[in-house]
């Protein structure tokens, strides 16, 4: 098997690399480096089953043979990448898919979506299944990414129905562990940098607000099982096990054993006030659901934040 993964050497993409390089598959990593680094990949860039080629895929790209899969996962994906670049989002969102879909009909490749349950914007049911249609705000400052995704979901589709195209998608709930970036702004990093330093633990708006936090490792086994199977619509890829930012700030706070104060900020526009996957689907179709719990995972990720800081 040869598979491309864009976005590869990201957070998702990078464990994602090394899951396939286990399944023998020869691997293609395309990445233009804007959110992720070399460092996610430093173990497997010597392998020769794999490759990797910085580039853009917002940008036309070809390859020399050909392709069996592509998970296309590349784009800006925390509130502070996507907010510092916002067209780029889009554009990845926008033409990155049209492009990687036209490699993957040139080639009849199979092409799995990462897509995010941000589809859902502030949603108005909890827990959110896939028939739900969302409660997004197009002109928000979160809109670049939600609508990005969206219209992706919506590409991938029209390529499925017009052209026979092997069609996956993933929505891709809050993923927790080793190699996120500590300024990516997202509540996982923010809140062990700052109790592993002893700074204030800054929760926004009362948080109240719910979240539900997915293991790497369960991820990546969730990925490649919608890629394996014969479903061409939305799946939610997500831990069920739900909390709200305060207790989970909470939780930060013992498991480093941090004398961290915890301190409030106002709550960002369009911040969903919960976030939690309905998984029926998943566990139906794919025979998946999450087998690491949140204090298991915190471990290995406190651990990994423990050696960057």
């Given amino acids: ?53 910085e580039h853009d895929v917002t940008k036309p790209i070809t390859f020399n043979d050909e392709i069996d899969w592509i998970f296309h996962l590349a784009s800006p994906a925390s509130p502070v990448d996507y907010h510092a670049h916002p067209i780029h989002t889009l554009k990845v969102g926008a033409l990155g898919t049209y492009n990687m879909l036209g490699v993957a009909k040139k080639y009849n490749s199979r092409f799995l979506l990462a897509s995010t349950s941000e589809v859902y914007g502030d949603p108005e049911i909890n827990p959110q299944n896939e028939e739900y249609w969302g409660h997004v705000n197009t002109i928000g400052p ?44 997202r509540a996982v990093p923010n809140f062990i940098d700052q109790a592993l330093r002893g700074k204030p633990i800054t929760v926004y708006g009362d948080g109240t607000q719910t979240r539900s936090f997915c293991y790497i490792t369960d991820q990546i086994t969730g990925l490649y099982k919608l890629m394996l199977s014969d479903h061409p619509f939305p799946i939610n890829i997500g831990n069920t096990a739900e909390l709200t930012i305060l207790e989970f700030a909470k939780t930060i706070k013992k498991r480093c054993s941090s004398k961290s104060e915890i301190t409030y900020q106002p709550l960002p526009v369009d911040d969903p006030k919960q976030r939690r996957p309905d998984i029926t689907k998943a566990k139906e179709v794919l025979g998946w659901e999450p087998k690491v719990g949140l ?4 471990e290995k990720t406190i651990k990994y934040f423990k050696k960057k800081i």
Avoid: Q
Wanted: aromatic share 8%; with cysteine.
């Fill in 142 to 185: 979160r809109g670049v990414y939600d609508e990005a995704k969206r219209f992706a979901e919506a590409i991938t589709m029209a390529y499925h129905r017009k052209h026979g195209l092997e069609t996956r998608i993933a929505r891709i709930f809050n993923t927790f562990g080793p190699r996120m970036r500590l300024d990516d702004g």
């Fill in 295 to 298: 204090n298991e995972g915190l």
């Fill in 1 to 53: 098997m040869k598979t491309v993964v864009t976005g590869g050497a990201g957070f998702i993409g990078s464990h994602l690399c090394e899951y396939l390089l286990k399944k023998s598959h020869e691997v293609i990593c395309v990445d233009n480096l804007l959110t992720g680094r070399k460092e996610n990949i430093k173990d497997v860039l010597k392998k020769k089953e794999f490759e990797f080629i």
